[in-house]
């Protein structure tokens, strides 16, 4: 497979060895992978060649939702996400030898000039080859793709987005991502300037998670697309919404919901299917979720988690968070100590 490369020197300026001032360096694998690991989280690895002699250096910043990694090593080596790594898009940047990982039987690879990406819980083992291999990688905090795409939705997603995993650098929307991709890179590179600019970090970590939903194949993104360009739902769809935001406190069944409209089930279950991209009683769990959501995220809402799960027919705090952790991205105390620190 040929990728599309970065063709403008700008779009992708080659450091050379040295070109960043590492903070974390050494001559043993184990000694990289405790670096690592204590600066950013758990995960697994191991070397594909020799273990001693393993040399290497690392510059690692951390901004707001970003983590910005320049590398080079003069050995190969494979990384793989442990449960218990922290969940982030990743943007890969090779600039001498490849990076190569699989997204289900799917083989990738990418080589100086190109741009991969992938969410680390979703993509297969990294390997990191060539002697010396030399790269970046971009991090961004996979809790505001979530957030970002429950803002482009109006609803909590639950299932896997399916990235895309080559950027298409020849294409208008991909060099808008790799140009960005890029700047967050330099801007952070040496202690830059982004490092004291929490602001700018943050704008930046939202604009570019808006711009690989909008930009970039995924799963959803035909249903992106149609949220786009299709406003007016079915009748009975719009009734059935309207029924349940006005009932949405209290207990009822989808069968009722139909009854109410004048419509079969399943007449109901296809019209939500093909407007909303779900069933009729998954759109009702995420709205009541979202409701939820925004309960936790006010400051001056003294209700208890229990209290406000229960209101939105959350009747288990334990299923209740482990749906709200798969749906925003964090535990629902999570949100409300953000919330509280807001104050």
């Not at 063709?7 to 000694?31: I, L």
């Not at 697994?44 to 707001?64: C, H, M, T």
């Not at 080079?72 to 449960?83: C, G, I, K, M, N």
């Not at 505001?144 to 639950?158: D, G, H, K, Q, T």
Request: aromatic share 8%; charged share 20%.
């Amino acid at each position: 497979m040929i990728l599309p490369r970065f063709e403008n020197p700008a779009h992708a300026p080659e450091h050379p060895v040295g070109g960043f001032v590492p903070t974390h360096e050494g001559t043993d694998f184990e000694s990289m992978v405790q670096a690592f690991s204590t600066s950013y989280g758990a995960f697994g690895a191991k070397p594909l060649g020799r273990e001693r002699g393993f040399g290497w250096a690392v510059e690692l910043r951390r901004s707001g939702a970003f983590t910005a990694v320049h590398s080079t090593y003069q050995s190969p080596w494979e990384a793989r996400t442990l449960d218990e790594t922290p969940q982030h898009l990743a943007f890969y940047i090779p600039r001498a030898g490849s990076f190569q990982f699989t997204v289900g039987k799917r083989a990738v690879e990418g080589r100086a000039g190109h741009l991969l990406m992938g969410n680390n819980h979703e993509i297969g083992n990294r390997c990191l080859q060539g002697g010396p291999h030399r790269s970046d990688a971009l991090l961004l905090d996979w809790k505001i793709i979530r957030r970002m795409l429950v803002s482009l939705l109006e609803a909590p997603v639950f299932e896997t987005l399916d990235l895309e995993p080559i950027v298409d650098l020849a294409a208008p929307s991909g060099q808008l991502i790799g140009n960005l991709v890029m700047t967050i890179v330099q801007g952070m590179r040496n202690n830059g300037p982004l490092m004291s600019s929490p602001l700018a970090v943050a704008a930046m970590s939202e604009t570019l998670a808006d711009l690989v939903l909008r930009c970039a194949p995924h799963r959803l993104s035909g249903h992106l697309e149609r949220k786009k360009v299709s406003t007016v739902a079915p009748w009975h769809v719009r009734r059935a919404i309207d029924y349940m935001y006005a009932r949405i406190t209290e207990p009822f069944t989808i069968s009722m919901v139909a009854d109410d409209v004048g419509v079969s089930l399943r007449a109901l279950q296809m019209g939500f299917r093909d407007f909303k991209g779900t069933s009729p009683g998954a759109y009702l769990r995420a709205i009541r979720l979202k409701a939820a959501h925004d309960q936790l995220r006010d400051p001056l809402n003294l209700q208890s988690v229990r209290e406000i799960c229960t209101r939105w027919g959350f009747f288990h705090p334990g299923r209740f968070a482990v749906v709200y952790r798969n749906a925003f991205g964090e535990s629902p105390s999570d949100t409300r100590s953000r919330a509280a620190a807001s104050l």
